[in-house]
């Protein structure tokens, strides 16, 4: 018999993606900066609090409308973009680690883009850059909580085991519910895609979403 993947195992299969060491590095170069300006106020309480309370409904909605976008061809010219051509690889092979975690290609445009966010839209640059660890943080965590659904590691607590349970009825159950990642169906109660799993008939394309792994 194999010994269990322990979480240490796990994380030394994880820190090899370059996507985690990509967060990581915005991670730790937000906090730093943040720290170094100093000039703490309530909305830098405020700003995590709402982020994470928002963050199960942004999971939700990019999930939804971009992971599962059904490539369209309007005047010749077909919209598929590479993350949700990404996704539908990862639907076809969940258990492939590199197709696990966000594209580094496509971190290459958010980062900047979150970078610019954080320093143009906020009225304190201080702000921004709380703003800019806690999406690095929650990014982080989506990374983390992903890739442990995916591997071997085993639920050992009752929390991880209903986020294990949501995440593993989207990918083999059906794949219209259940799409909040790192919550036990938080956006999915609130947003009707919560069904008790023996009232729902298992999909024909959770693993070929739209029908397209043919042309993948």
């Given at each position: 018999m194999s010994k269990p993947l322990t979480l240490a195992d796990a994380a030394r299969t994880f820190r090899k993606s370059p996507t985690p060491?990509?967060?990581?590095?915005?991670?730790?170069?937000?906090?730093?900066?943040?720290?170094s300006l100093g000039d703490w106020q309530i909305t830098d309480a405020l700003v995590p609090l709402v982020m994470l309370a928002a963050f199960p409904f942004v999971e939700w909605v990019i999930h939804v409308f971009v992971l599962h976008w059904k490539p369209r061809t309007i005047a010749g010219v077909t919209l598929d973009s590479r993350l949700a051509r990404s996704h539908r690889e990862h639907h076809f092979a969940p258990?492939?680690?590199?197709?696990i975690f966000i594209p580094w290609q496509t971190l290459l445009i958010v980062i900047p883009?979150?970078?610019?966010?954080?320093l143009l839209a906020f009225p304190r640059v201080?702000?921004?850059?709380?703003?800019?660890?806690?999406?690095?943080?929650l990014g982080f965590g989506y990374e983390w909580t992903h890739f442990l659904i995916h591997s071997d590691y085993k639920p050992k607590t009752a929390l991880y085991r209903s986020v294990w349970r949501n995440h593993r009825n989207h990918h083999f159950k059906n794949e219209h519910y259940w799409f909040t990642v790192t919550t036990a169906g938080t956006a999915d109660r609130v947003l009707g895609t919560?069904?008790?799993?023996?009232?729902?008939?298992?999909?024909?394309?959770?693993?070929?979403?739209?029908?397209t792994a043919s042309k993948l």
């Open positions: 060491w990509m967060i990581g590095t915005m991670l730790l170069a937000a906090a730093a900066a943040r720290i258990r492939t680690v590199s197709l883009v979150l970078t610019a966010v954080a201080e702000l921004g850059l709380t703003f800019l660890t806690c999406i690095s943080v919560y069904p008790d799993p023996k009232s729902v008939e298992t999909s024909p394309t959770a693993k070929n979403l739209h029908g």
